[in-house]
């Protein structure tokens, strides 16, 4: 009898320690740089917990077509970052930019697989189950989001069993349009993304939330932005889907929304050479 209650008991501690581990594999960021070739082509992944990547795939959908090229991926990791990165040029840069740091360490050749447009979904399938376990983007009516640019999901969301656009930070098409080797280090915010800290915006500089946005949610045809007066360069608003709505440079501290539909928006402030974003709630 004793036997069997302490072989009861041992069985419980296994089950009950494998609900409290989480094992994920979640795309934190997807880049399409505007380098020679249109280099760098990078997807990072995060594996969350103790994972054996032989047991999933890639899809992708091309030009907002149907997911129908695959890869496998391959490896075993335990939180940490893995980098899937497009053959040749873009395997020269990241060597180059991030080689002896061995927080970078983890690469997959993603050959030419990756050769990724602005408006390519990507999602990761268990082999076994075919089940989706993360998805960047949308197979059919996905517009360019990260063309010459970047998506980097916010920290402590995904994985996502489908498209969710709120859990992303966009970057806005062309923005790494002419910049230099050395400006794409500096802008694309690899091995930040931290999923214990949730909800916080991954951005380029350590500087968080340093805005805010009035009255949000909103209900009325102006919002006003406190705490970056004088220094926004450029506001974009993007749907639920990725698509910009709106569109504005240089422009003062608030912000004519009279034409948003109710619903949830992200919005995006490009100011003093950094990118941030907020959720907005049109009522």
Known sequence: ME????????ILSILFSSLLYSQDVIFTAIVDGDLLGGTPKIIELYVSGEVNLNNYKIQKATNANDFE????LSGYYSDEFVYIVASDDSIYFF?????SDENFSNII?????????GNDAFRILDKNSNEVIDQVGEEENFEDIYKNSYLYRINGTGPDGGWVSENWNFAGNNFL?????????ELIPFGTYDISDSGSVNILEEEKNSFSIFPNPSSGDIIHLKGIENSIKEINIYDTIGKKIISK????????ISGLKSGIYIL????LGTLTSQKIIIE
């Open 177 to 185: 349009n002419d910049k230099t080797e050395q400006e794409h280090v």
């Open 109 to 117: 050749d993603g050959g030419n697989f990756l050769n990724a447009n």
């Open 3 to 10: 036997y069997s209650i302490k072989k009861y008991s041992f």
């Open 268 to 271: 995006q402030i490009e100011h």
């Open 249 to 256: 440079k240089t422009v003062e501290n608030h912000l004519n």
């Open 95 to 99: 060597n180059t930019h991030y080689g």
């Open 69 to 72: 090229s695959e890869m496998d």
